[in-house]
């Protein structure tokens, strides 16, 4: 660049004023244009109900004044014996019932009734690597077995002795602080940090996005949360994802079902938060961290430098960077006294898990990378489904007046590994639009895994009908189906992982 700057051509005369006589106006000098600021970048991340916020490049002052919004709370006040710090960064993220909070008319339209109970409603850990470019969530289940460790409360100082009790319950016995101290005695992990959520954070983070999309090759639906959501694509408001990530009554999966659906959630919501130019806008930054840190409470640590160090950290973040799990389960329904049903952990395999995290270490491995050439995808991947088709048993029925439709609906479930009876037959009505999948209400978690293969299909229950599932071909099948592939449970004491990037249908 030369020393000085080249004058600006010449420009027609302005018409003559009258000077001012009292003071001259001398012509700016042209500026050398400023040399372009780095883009600034924020990261979201957030659970079932929950959000890890962070910022890059914003002013200080701005996130100052954000940060004096945070309500605050000290988890970690007279804490004894405490683990050893690992790498990275460990935050106790929980969710917290909160209805209390919501409008008449929300409690209402998302059947938030009842009295708050004052308890976690969600327990996650989150895991930052310590190049910041990798993050941890591990699910820790609300009915876990857990051991309160023996304590002194601080407004009676009453002393009480340590005791079984449901992970999800230490919050409503002994607030913040015996909830981290619970998480770390079972954990052996050092929590960093410490944030909370409720209801209303969630929502207002959800809408202030402009919602999250989420897919599905089942129908969900959920009496308890009024979730009623077809097979594909949707796009959810804060509304409609509570009731998502709370409903529980799906399938007999109960409270591990929706442990995986709040993962594949917080996966689409870091996807609309690093792939949408919304948190490139100043504006609309300003709006995103008010409804997320207007209604959270954080350790007394937890403020803006932090975010700010995060932020700058987390550039390059993006959803293959972050990877979920659940710590695994050695015994279902283990009943303990006086509590009632409780799930209680593999003790070996979550040694593994929170000894990964000690470590710094990814759970699951890196992507291998793509192809120089990749050949074109073959179709949607397979739907997840939780029966195997092969145990399916399905008679076709022919339900348009096309002759032949059952013979080809029959051969493409067979090649997909659904046991057909290989003898269509045709449907007393032959005007059929969309194709029925009937059951036998005791056979519905296969007829879910029929309709998965059916993307559109109409799910009818027939009481009586008895184990053989009938498809009813409608005018829609085109003469394929999609390929299916059954949910695999990890092996007892492993943890199964999967990344961002990888919550297909």
């Given at each position: ?41 924020m990261r979201a991340v957030t659970t079932l109900s929950v959000v890890v916020l962070a ?439 492993a943890a199964a992982v999967i990344r961002g990037d990888e919550k297909v249908c």
């Open positions: 660049m030369s020393a000085s700057p080249p004058r600006s051509p010449a420009r027609p005369a302005p018409p003559q004023r009258r000077p001012q006589p009292t003071r001259q106006t001398p012509r700016p000098p042209v500026r050398p244009a400023r040399p372009r600021r780095p883009r600034w970048a910022s890059a490049g914003i002013g200080h002052s701005v996130m100052a004044g954000l940060d004096a919004d945070i309500a605050r709370v000290d988890p970690f006040k007279d804490m004894k014996n405490r683990p050893a710090a690992g790498h990275g960064m460990n935050v106790l993220l929980v969710g917290t019932d909160g209805r209390d909070k919501i409008t008449e008319r929300e409690r209402r339209k998302y059947r938030l009734g009842g009295a708050p109970c004052h308890c976690t409603d969600t327990i996650m850990i989150v895991h930052i690597s310590a190049d910041r470019e990798r993050a941890t969530v591990v699910s820790l289940p609300r009915d876990s077995y857990a051991e309160i460790p023996a304590r002194v409360d601080e407004t009676t100082h009453r002393t009480y002795p340590a005791h079984p009790i449901k992970l999800n319950a230490a919050y409503a016995e002994g607030g913040p602080q015996l909830t981290v101290r619970t998480v770390e005695d079972m954990t052996h992990l050092k929590i960093d940090h410490y944030l909370e959520v409720d209801f209303i954070t969630f929502m207002r983070t959800v809408d202030v996005l402009g919602g999250v999309q989420v897919c599905t090759a089942l129908p969900l639906k959920d009496s308890y949360t009024g979730l009623n959501l077809s097979p594909g694509t949707h796009t959810l408001g804060g509304g409609q994802a509570l009731q998502y990530v709370r409903a529980r009554h799906i399938d007999a999966a109960s409270d591990l079902g929706r442990m995986k659906r709040q993962q594949r959630f917080l996966a689409a919501l870091i996807e609309r938060a690093t792939s949408s130019g919304v948190l490139l806008n100043p504006i609309r930054f300003r709006d995103v961290t008010r409804a997320v840190l207007g209604s959270v409470r954080a350790d007394t640590g937890f403020g803006t430098d932090e975010l700010l160090d995060l932020g700058r950290a987390m550039r390059n973040f993006s959803p293959s960077s972050s990877e979920f799990t659940t710590v695994p389960i050695g015994q279902l329904a283990y009943p303990v006294k006086g509590i009632g049903s409780t799930l209680k952990w593999d003790r070996a395999g979550s040694d593994r898990l929170f000894r990964s995290l000690r470590d710094d270490q990814p759970l699951a491995p890196a992507p291998a990378p793509a192809p120089a050439a990749s050949p074109k995808p073959q179709g949607p991947p397979p739907a997840t489904v939780e029966v195997a088709p092969a145990t399916i048993r399905v008679q076709v029925e022919n339900g348009t007046a096309t002759a032949g439709v059952a013979r080809r609906m029959d051969a493409a479930l067979a090649a997909t590994g659904f046991a057909t009876n290989h003898r269509p037959v045709t449907a007393a009505h032959r005007d059929l639009k969309r194709t029925v999948v009937s059951f036998d209400p005791r056979w519905d978690r296969s007829a879910r895994s029929l309709a998965a293969a059916l993307p559109g299909s109409e799910l009818r229950a027939v009481p009586g009908l008895g184990p053989v599932l009938r498809v009813t071909v409608g005018a829609d099948f085109k003469g394929a189906v999609r390929k299916v592939r059954v949910d695999e449970p990890a092996p007892q004491g």
